[in-house]
Structures are given as C-alpha cells and as structure tokens.
C-alpha cells in the first residue's frame, strides 16, 4: 500500500520566491551606544481599556527592567528602563486596544501614528515576562501601520536589511525577526486573539466545559442564530488553548482573554461551581434540539430544512423515513443499486438516499481505514497518472483518532509540467473509482480556474470531488459508506492547499481573517496573493506558508481549535 507520508519540500519544491536586493539602515552597535542608560517612553492610550487594565500595564512598566546587549561585546550593555509619558508625540511606543484607523485618528495624528510603533498590551506583557524587548511585528495594534510599528519598534530588528517593496518588506521583517529571536522567545500564546497563534491540543484541561459550551454552540446553530454560534465557537477555541485546569481562583485570568465576555464567565462558574451549566440541561431536556441535530445528520438537511421538518410535526428520524418514502426494503434497493455500474453521469447524492445511507455516514472511521482507502484511492491513480503525491489532511492530520470523513490532497512531484499533470486528473480519477464500484456518488465535483487579477475573490486552481466511497468487501468485514473529498493542487499551490485542508474551521477561519486584516494579503486553501495588486506567493513547504504570513508554524496536532 502507497505510504501515506506526504512529500518532502525537495520532493516537491518550486523556485523559491524572489525577494529584492537590500540595504542596511544601521548597526546593532550603533543603536547600542545611541540608548545605553536611556529610558523608553511608554503612551497609553486608554480609549476601550478598563481601569483595572490600566493599573495592570501601570504596574508592568513599573516593572521592567532589561540589561541587556546587542553588541558582540560583553562590555557593552544596554540598560532599558520604561516610563509613561503624558505627550504622545514624545513617545517611542504606543499601547493601545484600539484596531481600526478611523477609530486611532480621534485620539492621535495620523502623521504622528506613522512615526511610532503601535502596539496591544500583550507586547508589554510577554516583553516583561522575558526580561527584554521583543519585536513589535506580531503586537501591532493596525493593520494599516504594520511596517511602520516594524520600522519603529524599539527591540533593534528593525535595523535589519528591508527589501523596497511593501508587503514583501512585511515578510522579510517577520523572518528576520525570527532568526534574530531564539526559539525559545516564541510569540505562540494562549491569549492571543487569532487561534492561529495558539497552540489547541485535541483534549485540552477544560474538555467537559468545552462541551457544555459546544452545546449551546451547536443549539444556537440549528435555530438560525449564527453570530451566535460562531461567538461561541470563538470561546471553545480560547478555552481549547488554555493550558491550566479553570478554577475559581484563576477565572480573572480567564475574563481576561479574548472573546471572553461576562456572560460566558458566569456561565463558566456555573460550571465550576456545579459541573454542568443550567442553560444546557433546559436544552437537553426538550424534544426539539434532539430532534434537530439528528435531522442534520441526513446530508442535504442543514438547520433551516430542519426547522421546516419539525415545524411539520416531525419529530424523529422514523418521521423523516416516512415523510421521504424511505422504507427498510428502499434502502436495501437503494444500497445494491449504488453497486451497479454505470456509464452514465455519475450519480448524485440526494437526500433520499443520504436518508438511507444515514447509519453508514455518521459512523467515525478509525485511522487505518482512513489509511486504507488512502491506499486504495492512489493505486487507483497510479494506473492513470504515475508521479502522483498526496497528503492525508483534515482531523486525520489533527491527530484524531476517528475522523467524520476522509480528505486527501493530491499534486504530482514534476515541478514543471505538474499543473498540466494533475489538469482534468480529478474528473478521471472519479469516474475510475465509479466504475469500479468504489465511489458510489458525488456530492460535488469542480476543476481548474485559471487565475484573474480583477477578480475581488480567490481564484481557484484546485479541482475538488466530494464523494461517498465504499472499500470492497472482503472475508474479515462487510465496509460501509464513507465520506471521501479529494483535492487535487498545481504543484506550486500543494503546500497552500495542504495548509488549508487541515483545518480546524476556527483555525482556518483565523488564519484567513489573520492574513486580510494584519499583512494585507488574502489566503485560503487555493492560494496567498497580495491584495493590492494579486501578486502571488508560492511556498515551498508548509512551513513556509505561516512564513510567508508572518506565523509560527504550528504543528498539525496542535490545530485542534474546534471541539
């Protein structure tokens, strides 16, 4: 069976980008002996900030107290003290909450905001925690003054070399800062407000209150309230990083972090204090969440059709049998048909026969399974296309142990002709598998888009088949129908793609929401470009994607941001 390791960056590593040629602004010497003895002038802007916060940043500047040198002699130290300052002209750092530039311009010049390094509380407090300054890229407060806060920052990094042009300068600045910072000063943290800068392990200290939340999470769901739900699902991604066990005694801590209202708090004491949260009881003990959730577990109803349903007197999935003339004996006939071969159009999945094929494609499939039809799915390819790479993405890469389905990310290891080899390879690949009884209907299935800078949306240059496999039976176990997406990527987008097929959802949603609103940039599973003007970015490794968007890279089992 095919190893389901993914490729190496030498197995599969297109040209390296291209970065311009650049100058040295100054020396680490020279900024050494400019600020010996010297003290940092602190401006807090208090506009959004509670007083407690206030004292809190007050007392950290207090503080601080760094001896420390960047010059190669031992000799020379430089002694940095802090101190709040009245004027924010005079100031050589802004602290602030606020993010959005309109919002900064009633309280600062904006002439004046481009000449300081502007940064949330978090710089402050992680510098005080490490005993010296950190860089200010990761803190910057906007988006909008992000080189400029780079440029400004007093750690020193920024007096490393600068490429001319804006958002590659963006990028050269965060890995130079990164080489320059051991890895030990690593910016990863439970309070950061992206879940892609935190580390969310699959069972995390919090897990039962986790799920109490995820209840109301997915109550809120299946009624139609989806801002609530996803502030919901933003408080499990918070909680799912946070390292300690939440107790009483540390629960300031936790009204701390982001997404952390009071409300979620008396919730989250509730819990502490009882073990389970009142809200949810009153919801288990209805009819109508049970009768919801099991309905959205037919594909091809989702929360609304769900309502509808129920607002026609369905209550379980007997009723749906019934409503949709699905009989024991029908689904016996539905599942010997999806058996027969067929040369016509592939067959789709509706929601009669997701109604029969209901106990198969709810059921988890176990990790080697998962590698089975992996297996399966590329020897197959092989007798169509040699060359072929493939990396086993979604809850399986998570670290899971049983995964809802299978997604499978395809490429093909010739650099150069490899966007030609994998073009057309899905629809082919797919009817192979129908033909051979192994792929029983598709859900969806998409090719190639060829790339448009007028396009205000992503282009697409993945093709995509969401199917219902089946493994053949054999003497040991009778196998049943499963979920199977594959994706198949240019060479050049296969390590975009591998990135943006692992998920979790809350913390693919955040690195996209990362790259918009703090590098400029746009990122999904198809792609990074530049949004100003669309330029593309090719990564040669993982890694290099959170590279490119300015991120640590977070290992996959680590990504778990979502219950």
């Not at 940043?57 to 760094?66: E, G, T």
């Amino acid at each position: 069976m095919p190893s389901s390791k993914r490729p190496s960056s030498e197995e599969l590593s297109p040209p390296a980008l291209k970065r311009r040629r650049s100058t040295s602004i100054c020396s680490f010497q020279d900024l050494s002996s400019e600020v010996q003895n010297s003290s940092l002038n602190i401006y807090l802007l208090d506009a959004k900030l509670k007083p407690d916060a206030v004292e809190e940043i007050s007392a950290l500047v207090d503080k601080f107290h760094n001896v420390d040198g960047n010059s190669s002699s031992k000799e020379e130290y430089t002694e940095r003290e802090l101190q709040l300052c009245p004027n924010v002209e005079d100031a050589d750092v802004i602290i602030t909450v606020v993010h959005m530039r309109k919002r900064l311009e009633r309280h600062v010049d904006w002439n004046i905001a481009r000449r300081k390094a502007i940064v949330t509380p978090q710089w402050l407090r992680d510098s005080v925690e490490s005993g010296q300054l950190l860089p200010c890229g990761r803190y910057a407060a906007l988006g909008d003054l992000y080189e400029e806060t780079v440029k400004n920052c007093p750690d020193g990094s920024h007096c490393q070399a600068f490429p001319e042009d804006g958002t590659a300068h963006r990028i050269e600045s965060e890995l130079t800062e990164r080489k320059y910072h051991s890895e030990k000063d690593t910016q990863i943290r439970y309070h950061h407000r992206y879940a892609c800068m935190r580390h969310s392990p699959l069972i995390c200290p919090n897990q039962g209150l986790v799920e109490k939340l995820a209840i109301l999470r997915r109550h809120r769901e299946i009624e139609g309230f989806d801002m609530q739900s996803l502030s919901y699902e933003r408080v499990i991604s918070v909680l799912k990083a946070f390292p300690y066990h939440i107790t009483l005694d540390n629960i300031h801590e936790v009204s701390e972090l982001p997404h952390i209202g009071s409300k979620i708090c008396s919730k989250i004491q509730e819990f502490i204090q009882h073990g389970d949260i009142s809200e949810c009881k009153s919801i288990l003990s209805g009819t109508r969440y049970h009768s919801l959730v099991e309905f959205t577990t037919v594909y091809g109803i989702g929360p609304a059709t769900a309502r509808n349903l129920y607002s026609l007197g369905l209550r379980t999935i007997k009723d749906l049998e019934n409503h949709y003339k699905v009989s024991p004996q029908t689904r016996d006939d539905i599942a010997k048909s999806l058996n027969v071969d067929s040369t016509k159009r592939l067959p789709q999945l509706s929601i009669k026969v997701g109604l029969a094929l209901r106990e198969d494609l709810r059921s988890r499939i176990p990790r080697s399974e998962v590698e089975e039809i992996h297996g399966v799915v590329m020897n197959e390819l092989a007798n169509i296309r040699s060359g072929c790479v493939s990396t086993i993405t979604g809850g399986y890469r998570r670290g899971k142990d049983e995964s809802n389905d299978v997604d499978i990310v395809i490429s093909h290891k010739d650099l150069k002709s490899g966007g030609d080899q994998v073009k057309g390879l899905c629809a082919q690949l797919v009817k192979r598998l129908h033909d051979k009884g192994l792929v029983t209907h598709v859900m969806h299935l998409s090719g190639f888009r060829e790339h448009n800078a007028l396009r205000t949306t992503h282009w697409d240059s993945l093709e995509k088949a969401l199917t219902v496999f089946i493994l053949p039976d054999d003497k040991k176990q009778k196998h049943v129908h499963r979920r199977l997406d594959l994706i198949f990527a240019a060479p050049e987008v296969y390590w975009t793609a591998v990135a943006g097929w692992t998920g979790s959802k809350m913390f693919e949603r955040d690195l996209r929401l990362w790259a918009k609103q703090e590098r400029g940039m746009r990122f999904d599973s198809s792609g990074i470009s530049r949004r100003h003007d669309s330029k593309l970015y090719f990564p040669n490794s993982e890694q290099e994607v959170f590279e490119l968007l300015g991120l640590e890279w977070i290992h996959p089992t680590l990504r778990n941001a979502d219950l």
